[in-house]
Each structure stands twice: as structure tokens, then as C-alpha cells.
């Protein structure tokens, strides 16, 4: 199965999906803008409308799309429009792109069960979107942290 979310930069988003048993494989990139083969370049401009991306591919008699979503919720911060950390602009939103009704209806519950939940009061920002086309991001970013030593 396929499950594609924003949550800001894509680099260390792809690092934290990659450690959960059961996904297969992952990839970075693009969507949700109005450019074709958009490059990083184009993207950082914030101007194409696209959103920094991960792609996970994941077995789901391993993992659960409920459990891929709760990994999203806990690497970044819902409640933040538009930024996460030091990174601004809308590329780095928090968003869900669903490839199917059934997830929509799961990240629709499962975003209204931690609205709920949320002490602060702060308003959970992540858009729940149909999947537009994926563009995958330059090699040099598929699996950054890796390649860098980050790990």
C-alpha cells in the first residue's frame, strides 16, 4: 500500500517512516502544486504551490495505515501553518494525501481524534487532500540523512 504526507522538510519526515517496521520503501518529492516536474529549486521558491513530501510504500499485514498515520502525526507539528521549525513557507505544510476513500475517512477521524485530544487548544492545520500526481525529487535527496551521515 501507498500513503503520501507533508510534514514539513521531507529529509528528516523520510528518516522517521523508515524506521517503522512494515514499510517497505520510501521515496521524497513533490505535490499538490500547479507545475509540472517541479525541482527543488522551484519548489523552495514558494511559489508552484507544491509541498515537500514522503511516499511510503508499506505492507499492511505488517503495519496499519492507522499506524503510519500516528507516526505522522508524532514527527512534526500539526498545529503549525505553513513552517516546522526553522523551515517557512507553504512547501513545508502538513498535509495528508489520500489515495483512496478509505483513507480519507481514516485521517478525517483520526485528525478530529487528536483535535480532541490537543491541550492546547491550538487548531490542527493539516490539510486532507485527494493524492495529485507525485513528482520525485531529485536523487540526491532520496534517503538525505543516510547519504550524509546524519543517522
Not at 22 to 31: P, R
Not at 65 to 88: E, K, M
Not at 122 to 132: D, Q, R, S, Y
Request: charged share 20%.
Amino acid at each position: 500500500m501507498k500513503a503520501t504526507f507533508g510534514a514539513g522538510c521531507f529529509w528528516c519526515v523520510e528518516h522517521e517512516f523508515r524506521k517503522i517496521k512494515g514499510v517497505t520503501s520510501t521515496a521524497v518529492g513533490y505535490m499538490g502544486g500547479n507545475l509540472s516536474n517541479p525541482t527543488y529549486e522551484d519548489v523552495c521558491s514558494d511559489q508552484t504551490g507544491h509541498a515537500e513530501v514522503v511516499q511510503v510504500e508499506f505492507d499492511p499485514s505488517v503495519v496499519s495505515y492507522a499506524q503510519i498515520l500516528n507516526a505522522f502525526w508524532h514527527c512534526h507539528d500539526p498545529t503549525s501553518l505553513n513552517r516546522q521549525g526553522p523551515d517557512v513557507g507553504t512547501q513545508y505544510r502538513s498535509a495528508i494525501f489520500c489515495h483512496d476513500q478509505d483513507q480519507e475517512k481514516t485521517a478525517k477521524q483520526s485528525k478530529e481524534q487528536l483535535q480532541n485530544l490537543e491541550k492546547s487548544g491550538k487548531k490542527i492545520v493539516t490539510e486532507i487532500l485527494p493524492a495529485p500526481e507525485f513528482y520525485k525529487a531529485e536523487e540526491y535527496h532520496q534517503q538525505y540523512y543516510a547519504k550524509c551521515g546524519i543517522l
